[in-house]
Structure formats: structure tokens, C-alpha cells
């Protein structure tokens, strides 16, 4: 993760792209492995705050849409899009 480096820093400022620890229990990290091998899961950060000179973050599991969730979006956006449309259309012949 890029963290960019404080501006009025000095020569001791860290690299911005170094590796960072998670600081996390040995059981926690491999339930989450064990979660994203396993069921195809992925490890989403929800959110990113400071405390206390440190970065902390909020880690989600996630998984993917199945197909006919898929197909119901993009028939709803579809749907929007028409609308949208004819909506202009009518407004331009007013």
C-alpha cells in the first residue's frame, strides 16, 4: 500500500511503498486464508484510518455475484438507460 510520506518530514521519513505488517493473531490470519482459498473469497479494505501514529484498516471478506444476480443489474441498468433515453428525447422535442 502507498502511504505517502509526511511533506515537512526529514531524511527519516519512511518509503512510501515499503511492506507493512498485519497486525493480526497467527488463528485470525489463517481463518482468513483458509476463508479466501477455500470459498473463493476476497479481502477487501473497507476503510483506512489513523490512530496514534499508526494506519489502521478495516478488512471485509467478500464474495463474487453468481450469475443470475449479474443478469438482474444489468437488466436494471439497461432498463435506466432506456429511460434516461427517452426521457431526453421527449425533453428536445418540447
Avoid: T
Avoid at 488463528?27 to 479494505?45: M, T, V
Amino acid at each position: 500500500m502507498h502511504i505517502s510520506p509526511y511533506e515537512n518530514g526529514n531524511i527519516y521519513n519512511k518509503d512510501p511503498l515499503r511492506d507493512r505488517k498485519l497486525l493480526l493473531n497467527k488463528r485470525e490470519i489463517f481463518n482468513l486464508l483458509g476463508l479466501i482459498k477455500q470459498q473463493s473469497c476476497s479481502l477487501i479494505p473497507i476503510s483506512l484510518y489513523l490512530k496514534n501514529n499508526k494506519v489502521k484498516v478495516e478488512l471485509g471478506i467478500g464474495k463474487g455475484k453468481k450469475l443470475y444476480d449479474k443478469r438482474q443489474d444489468i437488466a436494471k441498468k439497461d432498463a435506466e438507460r432506456k429511460i434516461n433515453v427517452a426521457l431526453k428525447n421527449s425533453m428536445k422535442n418540447l
